[in-house]
């Protein structure tokens, strides 16, 4: 009798053990996904690729970051790069050796109420709920009011008991560069008219169209990008053009006073914000499709949106939409005003033709590329790819244009002090962001 027990528990046993491996075997991308998901942040995925472009051999070394993340953005510190993700964590890339860690800093979330935002519109939302609510970019600059750099972010921020939400711009002091150490955050500005989820219906909570970006223009101001949120007279109400709210405008911030004014304004989604060191202003702005810009930013300028725009209607793309007469209005974008001129407006400096999804830019103003000095160079989302650009500053117009292969969909884009360039990577629901760290092949 015991010996037929040890049998039968040596069969369950067998059976188990099968059982597990065979689970094992048809489950092993979710098994990795769940491993990815709770790696320490010591341990690191990296892989070089090699790409050419005109002037250089180009080696990107990619890294994952150790968490999931949307959106969020990259700035450097004393040649450091920090990482700052969409959740509001911070991180500092640190090189061991000839791999790369991220070092969690532990730094105090912002306070921008994206739990209860989820709890109550998840429902309603989906995933959109956590993926477009979150950090848009970071900054650390040393301004006249403070002894420290200071430490922003722009963000949306969720108010509760209107059940609405804005983009503002959080602030601290960098009390300790050595360990990264940080005072309490506090906002120093949120744009005005508060947004419901419903102000737009197709897409719902257009938050993807909330521009952020942040960057110093002197020593007591930053200037801010927003985005209309879909509000465009088309499908939802118009706010580009309208003077009483900051949507669609470039807004510049005194950091001290919290003073704000409309820098300028029919913007759509501006995404990309740079300052170079002739106080050239540049900008990268998503158009509908087939109309994405890059546009030279003057105070006061009016840019048109939505009334003028190089891009078209959605559906223009689209193979069911032919040339008979019913359908050729579904090409134009509806509220042009200017049969594509931009007569009456500012006009963009370039402007691309089908898909690009112009995310970040810089002027490059580094040593280490030397061929590309004084050169633009965006980063793109659809496109994955980085298009360099050759800007004639008497003429002011864009004489070459260069696009640099990167294959994956890019967020963000700096330079770091020593002049290489490094890019933030672009995910969905179930991956992680990479850095991507730019050097010359073989240097």
């Known amino acids: 009798m015991f010996i037929k027990k040890n049998y039968i528990y040596l069969l369950i046993w067998v059976i188990s053990v099968l059982?597990?491996?065979?689970?094992?075997?048809?489950?092993?991308?979710?098994?990795?996904?769940?491993?990815?998901?709770?790696?320490?942040?010591?341990?690191?995925?990296?892989?070089d690729e090699k790409v050419n472009s005109a002037y250089y051999s180009l080696t990107l070394k990619e890294v994952k970051t150790p968490i999931w993340s949307k959106y969020g953005g990259i700035?450097?510190?004393?040649?450091?790069?920090?990482?700052?993700?969409g959740e509001s964590d911070f991180f500092l890339l640190e090189r061991k050796g000839l791999r790369?860690?991220?070092?969690?800093?532990?730094?105090?979330?912002?306070?921008?109420?994206?739990?209860?935002?989820?709890?109550i519109n998840k429902s309603k939302l989906g995933d959109n709920a956590i993926e477009y609510f979150g950090i848009k970019d970071v900054l650390i600059k040393k301004f006249n009011i403070s002894q420290n750099k200071l430490l922003l972010v722009s963000s949306l921020n969720y108010i509760e008991s209107k059940d609405c939400y804005n983009v503002s711009v959080y602030q601290s002091e960098i009390i300790n560069e050595k360990i990264i150490k940080i005072s309490d955050w506090k906002i120093i500005y949120s744009s005005e008219k508060c947004l419901s989820i419903d102000l737009t219906k197709k897409p719902r909570f257009a938050a993807a169209s909330s521009g952020g970006r942040i960057v110093k223009f002197d020593n007591e101001n930053i200037l801010l990008s927003l985005g209309d949120f879909y509000a465009d007279g088309v499908n939802g109400p118009m706010l580009s053009q309208d003077l009483d709210n900051d949507y669609g405008?470039?807004?510049?911030?005194?950091?001290?006073?919290k003073v704000h004014e409309i820098f300028s304004y029919g913007h759509r989604n501006p995404q990309g914000l740079y300052i170079d060191k002739n106080k050239n202003i540049f900008s990268s702005e998503h158009g509908p499709r087939g109309g994405d810009e890059i546009n030279l930013i003057k105070k006061n300028n009016n840019y048109g949106w939505p009334y003028a725009t190089f891009g078209t209607n959605f559906k223009s793309y689209n193979p069911s939409v032919n040339d008979s007469v019913e359908n050729k209005t579904k090409r134009i974008w509806p509220l042009d005003k200017t049969n594509n001129t931009h007569k009456g407006y500012t006009r963009p400096i370039y402007s691309w033709g089908n898909t690009f999804g112009a995310s970040n830019l810089i002027v490059y103003e580094g040593n280490y590329f030397v061929k590309w000095n004084k050169n633009l160079i965006i980063s793109s989302l659809a496109g994955k790819q980085l298009t360099r650009m050759i800007y004639d500053f008497n003429e002011k117009r864009i004489?070459?244009?260069?696009?640099?292969?990167?294959?994956?969909?890019?967020?963000?884009?700096?330079?770091?002090d020593n002049g290489k360039i490094v890019l933030l990577t672009d995910v969905g629901i179930e991956d992680k962001p990479e850095i991507i760290l730019i050097t010359k092949t073989g240097k």
Do not use: C, H, M
């Open 399 to 416: 004489v070459y244009v260069e696009n640099i292969p990167v294959g994956k969909r890019i967020r963000d884009i700096i330079s770091l």
């Open 19 to 47: 059982i597990a491996i065979i689970w094992t075997f048809e489950n092993s991308d979710k098994v990795q996904l769940i491993k990815e998901k709770f790696k320490s942040n010591k341990v690191k995925i990296e892989k």
């Open 75 to 85: 700035e450097t510190l004393n040649n450091q790069i920090i990482y700052v993700s």
């Open 100 to 119: 790369y860690e991220f070092k969690n800093l532990g730094l105090k979330k912002i306070n921008n109420n994206k739990k209860q935002f989820v709890r």
């Open 249 to 257: 405008k470039v807004i510049k911030i005194n950091i001290n006073t």
